[in-house]
């Protein structure tokens, strides 16, 4: 499976970003899609997963009310909806795919850089 995620960039703080994440190849069964993020000095974190037959959503605590998560079913596409941006929403971020229950994300995208200026 790959995917190119893209939408990252610059923005002030309260303003927002809607990141995209398209998979391709070996897509079928997919199980989840999410994204995670990185910032400078800190490890990786988990920021949302969509449930891919469901479309259920889990988000972490840090993004409740201002990320929105959703899915393209047909397009086998995720998106990241990111409103009220903080500056600690500063990161480069990844979309990653799970194939199983297992509870582990099996493929990883290249990242996309958010950068959100005070």
């Known amino acids: 499976v790959q995917l190119q995620a893209s939408g990252g960039g610059l923005v002030q703080a309260g303003g927002s970003l809607r990141l995209s994440c398209a998979a391709s190849g070996r897509t079928s069964g997919l199980f989840a899609m999410g994204w995670f993020r990185q910032a400078p000095g800190k490890e990786r974190e988990f920021v949302a997963t969509?449930?891919?037959?469901?479309?259920?959503?889990a988000m972490a605590d840090s993004v409740k009310g201002r990320f929105t998560i959703s899915r393209n079913y047909t397009k086998n596409t995720v998106y990241l909806q990111m409103n009220s941006l903080k500056p600690e929403d500063t990161a480069i971020y990844y979309c990653a795919v799970r194939k199983s229950s297992v509870p582990r994300y099996d493929f990883w995208g290249q990242g996309t850089l958010v950068t959100v200026s005070s």
């Open positions: 969509v449930y891919w037959r469901g479309g259920s959503t």
